[in-house]
């Protein structure tokens, strides 16, 4: 199996991506700032006798997040499953939440994942793989002090549901 994990150096992104090298998936890790995260993540994979490859991308950016398929493509030869874990979680009080602040919500959480899965579809339809996108309770239930991070959540769990109908 041939995987992009997103956010691969920290948190929920890093234990899946140990999870797949561990079962004896081939894992391209991405990171934008937890560089030493992510190396120790394809050490633990390697430890575990899987194989991994590391690419860098700010995926607020759609084109950094299309490149950044196309690498792990180049990479492995195709890609069976991608998995969005990279987020921004900003606290802020409502009152705090100015455009520019929703906007760094919706660019990582929502347009950057929707360049990864437009830009991945054909791999995945090759390969009659998988996309995985990694929503939250807000998404239905926002969190108090989140909104942006809350908006975005509930935005990307609508593009999943509409993705799961396009594509299936």
């Avoid at 990279?86 to 602040?101: G, R």
Wanted: charged share 20%; with cysteine.
């Amino acid at each position: 199996m041939r995987v992009l994990v997103t956010g691969a150096g920290q948190r929920l992104g890093r234990h899946l991506a140990e999870a797949f090298g561990a079962r004896g998936a081939s894992v391209f890790l991405h990171y934008r700032s937890s560089q030493a995260g992510v190396l120790e993540t394809k050490a633990a994979i390697e430890a575990a006798g899987g194989q991994a490859a590391i690419g860098s991308a700010d995926l607020s950016k759609p084109a950094e997040a299309r490149a950044l398929v196309d690498e792990a493509v180049r990479t492995w030869g195709g890609l069976d499953l991608v998995v969005a874990s990279a987020a921004n979680f900003e606290k802020l009080p409502w009152q705090e939440t100015d455009d520019d602040a929703l906007s760094r919500s919706l660019d990582l959480n929502l347009r950057g994942q929707y360049a990864l899965a437009h830009q991945a579809a054909p791999a995945l339809i090759a390969s009659r793989g998988s996309l995985i996108f990694i929503t939250c309770t807000s998404s239905i239930r926002p969190f108090k002090g989140y909104l942006a991070y809350s908006v975005s959540k509930g935005a990307l769990r609508q593009l999943m549901l509409a993705l799961a109908r396009e594509l299936a």
